[in-house]
């Protein structure tokens, strides 16, 4: 049997919209805000994902941090 085919895609658009965000971003200063935890706290960062209460993206860290940058 063969490996099975699907359709692949992006829900961010194509590889030129994305360009496109990325100059717009650059020429306006929009910046991402991230929050960032301690790989020791994933289990809270994946319960804070199911639960809704990220207001940012979340980024495992290694090492003692936990904030939010803007």
Request: hydrophobic share 40%; proline share 3%; no cysteine.
């Amino acid at each position: 049997m063969g490996a099975e085919r699907g359709i692949i895609g992006s829900i961010t658009g194509s590889p030129l919209e994305k360009e496109k965000t990325l100059d717009f971003s650059v020429l306006t200063g929009v910046r991402s805000m991230i929050e960032t935890m301690p790989l020791k706290r994933a289990a809270e960062a994946v319960q804070k994902m199911r639960s809704g209460d990220v207001k940012f993206r979340i980024v495992l860290a290694i090492g003692d941090q936990s904030n939010a940058h803007q």
